[in-house]
């Protein structure tokens, strides 16, 4: 049976990332807006769900590369694809919900690094490790996600 001080523990860390997340979602609901980039990226999947391809114009204009981030492009896609919720509508929870999961993960990292139970980061910052595991151990520098 845990300890009363191991229960508490946990008690304030699952507050603290209640807190966080709260505050997160404060943020996010602060500074919710769309830039007129975004729109750029939803013209291409709104072309390629029409059977265009990625295409800014429709044929018989050549397919030309405008979008900025691909995986973004193919996620909003999906998103609107598989749910029917246009990249409008979702992009901001899809981004709100992607930066809460970067955020999780820093978490985990910080307290597995403070442990030190954490080899694979261990070897990521050694440079021991793959690219794809030193990714994993430092998610803030492939999110794209910036929480602060």
């Known amino acids: 049976m845990p300890s009363l001080a191991s229960t508490r523990a946990v008690a304030v860390r699952v507050a603290a990332c209640l807190c966080l997340a709260s505050l997160a979602y404060a943020g996010y609901r602060e500074h919710w807006f769309l830039t007129d980039d ?24 050549r397919p030309v590369e405008g979008y900025t981030s691909f995986l973004w492009l193919v996620l909003l896609e999906g998103v609107w694809r598989v749910l029917a919720i246009e990249p409008p509508e979702s992009a901001n929870p899809i981004g709100f919900l992607l930066g809460l999961g970067t955020l999780g993960a820093e978490m985990l990292t910080i307290v597995a690094k403070r442990r030190g139970h954490d080899e694979a980061a261990q070897a990521a910052d050694d440079g021991r490790a793959h690219p794809a595991v030193r990714s994993l151990a430092h998610p803030e520098a492939v999110s794209g996600r910036a929480i602060l």
Request: aromatic residues 30%; glycine residues 8%.
């Open 38 to 61: 975004a729109f750029i990226t939803f013209r291409y999947a709104s072309n390629h769900l029409r059977g265009w391809g990625y295409t800014w114009n429709p044929p018989p204009f």
